[in-house]
Nanobody, 126 residues
Framework: QVQLVESGGGLVQPGGSLRLSCAAS????????IGWFRQAPGKEREGVSY????????YYADSVKGRFTISRDNAKGTVYLQMNNLKPEDTAVYYC???????????????????WGQGTQVTVSS
């Protein structure tokens, strides 16, 4: 079983930056596409970005395209989400998750993701 731990959240002013990390224990992340999701109060959890296990394919939701960058360091067993030019609407709890390898294509449907971290709070406010 894979255990994921997110870190790097916090309070930042609009226009600021944060880098989230997703680290694994109990297994390696090498075999998984990793996704970042977020959930704002009163809203459904939504997909933000994913990166394939071989780094070759990345995806960004339109709302974060050009501002967020996903990357991974398989040697460190960590996936990162660099978030720049943050906006108040980016405020949410951010989660990372492993995509079930049974799905051979790519996507961000919640049911496709198997193991989840506990989340890290990101608050963008002046």
């Amino acid at each position: 079983q894979v255990q994921l731990v997110e870190s790097g959240g916090g309070l930042v002013q609009p226009g600021g930056s944060l880098r989230l990390s997703c680290a694994a224990s109990g297994s390696t992340l090498d075999y998984y596409t990793i996704g970042w999701f977020r959930q704002a109060p009163g809203k459904e959890r939504e997909g933000v970005s994913y990166i394939s296990k071989d780094h070759g394919i990345t995806y960004y939701a339109d709302s974060v395209k050009g501002r967020f960058t996903i990357s991974r360091d398989n040697a460190k067993g960590t996936v990162y989400l660099q978030m720049n030019n943050l906006k108040p609407e980016d405020t949410a709890v951010y989660y990372c998750a492993t995509r079930d390898p049974v799905y051979t294509d790519y996507g961000m449907q919640l049911y496709e993701y198997e193991y989840w971290g506990q989340g890290t709070q990101v608050t963008v406010s002046s």
